[in-house]
């Protein structure tokens, strides 16, 4: 990463009128990519992600702030004069186009000269494996193939940023997978920015390098996909991304930098908080399913967090079994046992179970240092 | 058994009507351009092929008017037909129905009466050419109507919706995003507009070409209401000769003709043109 970002975004939001009243779909929103990174943004629908890579494209205009490609002040430049190019949700290839003239449409656009499109255009076919497509019209295409020229017809150019608009929504989950993989392949290959938009957190976490969650025209949290994961700094990011369990509760005392939250005799909740946080503090606490242990005796180390709780449901998953569990601290817990050692459930529907986990794998929600 | 007549069945009512309403007046009009005699004494079926080429000869150059008429009004029909069908197709949003049923709105008066209106507007003294004259802007002999700009003007206005809704149709069908895509790719307004929009809607215009040149050429109420004899085109021959002469014979060796030439020139211009190619060519 060199120092100038790829993209910043400095102060942008964007402002709609819907029946006389103004909606911020975007709220001003700071924001940098930088050079050659895999950067997601993130959310449901209408949480303006999309209206933000509009933005960086061209496509609409911010209603204040301004936009750096490179350093360099683009706002209420016209797409065309942008450095970026695009892939977009349904493919938009020109139908009256071959697969090659779609590809090179960019570069006739740029006036490159005919031999070098002719070389530019058949070694991007052959990094998105399209050699020998080139005359088919996009008709005769399979939507994964359609997909490859779509992105073939923005990489062709070589842009500053890619931006990529939920270019994987429309293919089934085996072909999805797989051009999961291969995106990032050429993202390596080519080192350009990626700026990939998408609702799917399982896709967002596999293949960028940063992600921005967004919710309601705001980024809640922008991290690594391990610390979105890991530590969620909002009740929304928590319970979007994967699953979470979230449990309420007030401080009881605190030592050495972890709180203790006592819930009853033999319940308690130990988690590592920052000096902000004393004696009396409500918590919100997210422990992911898959860190909890699940067994019908009691533990043996003092350490830990420990909840009890009844067994309500069990789903098995294959790889995992599921189990959910109502707990005297007032939620439902929900818990991942990997079925690697055994194929027996470690508990049926009505069981008395204690849950345990260390204390490093719970994480206060929402709490500013 | 039944489902293998079904098909059959399905035609039966439109071919009758066919047979009836199309064929059979074909060839009583072939038979009938074919005969000699006159009203009074009847016509005998005798296989007077003379009859064509007088016609041809006589009427040569009423036909070929006709036919730049119909060219004219066609080119300038996709100069008026475009803009408009472009402004409803990408800006009309949730007025689309509103501006269509506009554009047909003045289609529930009857044809003549609109075109007998037009009349009064470009009459001498009329409200368009009236004030002007008063203005001194123009030469108190200046007049439209009667000329073949009045007559062709008239066609352009009468056919405007058969060259508006194909193309509508075509650009209706265009991706907004394919637009977005070619802005993408370095192409300014203009060129995204050249390279794709336009090629994407020639199949609009291809059709829209075929249901108003054949109509236009043929057509004899424009040059008859805002024409003079100067501008007499094939169509009002044809009709005088049925109503006026009662020459049957020419007037049906005359309709056969203008149908030979209109089939010819549009299985040519189809030929030449597939929409496939059409596109091709045009984003070149």
Redesign the interface.
């Known amino acids: 990463m060199s120092d100038t970002a790829a993209i910043e975004l400095v102060g942008v939001h964007k402002d709609f009128l819907s029946h006389g009243d103004t909606v911020q779909a975007v709220k001003p929103t700071d924001l940098a990519v930088g050079q050659g990174e895999f950067f997601s943004l993130l959310g449901p629908s209408g949480c303006g992600k999309t209206t933000t890579m509009r933005m960086i494209a061209g496509f609409e205009e911010p209603s204040g702030g301004t936009v750096f490609l490179d350093g360099n002040d683009v706002t209420g430049v016209a797409p065309h004069k942008r450095d970026v190019n695009m892939v977009f949700q349904s493919y938009a290839l020109f139908p009256h186009l071959t697969a090659y003239q779609n590809v090179a449409f960019g570069l006739e656009r740029k006036k490159v000269a005919k031999d070098e499109i002719r070389r530019r255009v058949g070694e991007m076919l052959e990094i998105v494996s399209l050699t020998g497509m080139e005359k088919r019209s996009p008709r005769e295409m399979s939507g994964g193939q359609q997909q490859r020229v779509a992105l073939a017809r923005a990489l062709v150019n070589g842009p500053r940023a890619l931006l990529l608009d939920e270019p994987l929504g429309a293919l089934d989950l085996k072909l999805r997978q797989q051009m999961q993989i291969e995106l990032k392949r050429i993202q390596r290959e080519v080192g350009i920015t990626f700026v990939y938009v998408t609702h799917d957190q399982g896709e967002a976490l596999t293949m960028s390098d940063r992600i921005a969650v967004m919710e309601g025209g705001r980024i809640d949290q922008l991290g690594t996909p391990r610390e979105i994961y890991e530590k969620p700094a909002t009740r929304f990011v928590a319970g979007f991304i994967g699953t979470s369990n979230l449990l309420d509760g007030s401080v009881d005392s605190v030592t050495g930098g972890v709180a203790l939250l006592v819930f009853g005799p033999e319940e308690k909740v130990l988690v590592p908080v920052p000096a902000s946080v004393t004696d009396g503090a409500k918590l919100e606490i997210s422990v992911r399913p898959e860190k909890i242990d699940l067994s019908r005796d009691a533990p043996a180390a003092a350490d830990c967090s420990v909840l009890t709780g009844t067994v309500r449901e069990v789903v098995y998953h294959g790889t995992s079994t599921n189990y959910t569990v109502r707990t005297s601290a007032g939620a439902d817990l929900v818990v991942f046992d990997q079925n690697a050692y055994s194929a027996e459930d470690l508990a049926g529907p009505g069981d008395r179970v204690y849950l345990t986990w260390s204390p490093q794998h719970s994480y206060p929600i929402g709490v500013r240092p | 058994m039944r489902h293998r007549l079904a098909p059959y069945l399905l035609v039966l009512p439109g071919g009758l009507w066919l047979l009836l309403f199309f064929v059979v007046p074909m060839v009583t009009m072939l038979s009938l351009s074919l005969q000699e005699g006159d009203v009074v004494n009847g016509y005998v079926l005798t296989g007077h092929w003379q009859t064509y080429v007088d016609a041809i000869t006589n009427y040569r150059v009423q036909l070929v008017r006709s036919l730049i008429y119909g060219a004219i009004t066609t080119v300038l029909l996709i100069v008026a037909a475009f803009p408009v069908a472009y402004f409803i197709a990408f800006y009309g949003r949730r007025r689309k129905a509103t501006f269509l049923f506009l554009l047909l709105l003045p289609f529930f008066v009857s044809f003549v009466l609109r075109t007998i209106s037009w009349r009064y507007i470009l009459t001498d003294e009329g409200i368009l050419l009236g004030p002007l004259k008063d203005a001194g802007l123009l030469a108190d002999s200046f007049h439209i109507l009667g000329t073949p700009v009045a007559v062709i003007l008239g066609l352009v206005y009468n056919f405007l919706p058969f060259m508006v809704l194909p193309i509508y149709v075509a650009l209706e069908r265009i ?1 907004p ?2 637009v ?9 307004p203009l ?2 507009f050249r ?2 929009v336009f ?2 809607a020639l199949p609009g215009v291809f059709a829209g070409v075929l249901m108003t040149f054949v109509p236009a050429s043929s057509d004899y109420v424009n040059s008859a209401v805002l024409g003079s004899s100067s501008t007499t085109m094939i169509g009002q021959v044809i009709q005088s000769q049925y109503l006026v002469s009662s020459n049957y014979p020419t007037a049906s060796a005359l309709s056969f003709t203008l149908m030979a030439v209109l089939l010819i020139g549009v299985f040519a211009y189809a030929r030449a043109l597939g929409t496939e190619d059409v ?2 060519v045009a ?1 070149r």
Do not use: F, G, W
């Open positions: 991706d995003r394919v977005e895509a070619a802005r993408d790719l370095y192409a300014s060129l995204a390279k794709v090629p994407l596109m091709k984003a």
